[in-house]
């Protein structure tokens, strides 16, 4: 490695060499978090908005609605299809589980909070996968629902209801993405 010229050069390795990904994920996490309160900003405006008759709490969304944009293009400057409108709703729905699963917790059941926090996680890294292209989406295809198929996913399920809440992960994609979020966002590295 050769010597840095200046200080902003070095700077820039030292960063480039924190990254896992090209992406600084430890930043990104940090945008995905305000993306996802902001997202709460314009669904609490909207209902305070229709519960006081107030007008001026919807003037509000538009200039929340337009930051949450431009932020979440800093993370999805490119996109194909429903991507941008499903990550929106992955953030949203991750956040709404964690604040669900935190009000579990507050009211002593915690094997219930435990799930929610889970699932949050879960949605939270699909947003990861599908925004750095580590799902295939081609892939997906519509498949026609058959009794016996039906019978056999409602079974497995109800027999996952039945496990406890924190388990090892499968060796799914999901469980994958998991594993690459877990060491790529590291929140402690400025």
């Not at 932020?71 to 991750?94: D, F, N, R, T």
Request: neutral net charge; hydrophobic residues 40%; glycine residues 4%.
């Amino acid at each position: 490695m050769s010597k840095a010229k200046n200080v902003k050069e070095f700077v820039e390795r030292i960063d480039a060499s924190k990254k896992v990904n090209p992406k600084d994920l430890s930043s990104d996490q940090d945008l995905t978090i305000a993306i996802m309160n902001l997202i709460s900003i314009e669904e609490h405006l909207v209902f305070s908005g229709a519960k006081t008759g107030k007008t001026s709490f919807y003037d509000l969304i538009e200039e929340v609605r337009e930051l949450r944009k431009t932020l979440m293009q800093k993370i999805i400057p490119a996109y194909e299809g429903e991507v941008w409108c499903i990550s929106k709703h992955l953030l949203a729905s991750s956040m709404r589980l964690m604040e669900v699963g935190t009000k579990q917790q507050s009211l002593g059941h915690k094997e219930e909070a435990y799930k929610l926090f889970g699932q949050a996680y879960d949605l939270y890294c699909l947003f990861w996968g599908l925004n750095m292209n580590m799902l295939n989406v081609d892939d997906v295809k519509w498949v026609e629902d058959k009794l016996d198929d039906v019978k056999k996913i409602s079974a497995r399920l109800e027999a996952e209801e039945n496990k406890p809440a924190v388990q090892p992960a499968a060796g799914g994609v999901l469980s994958k993405m998991k594993a690459f979020v877990r060491k790529a966002v590291d929140c402690c590295i400025e």
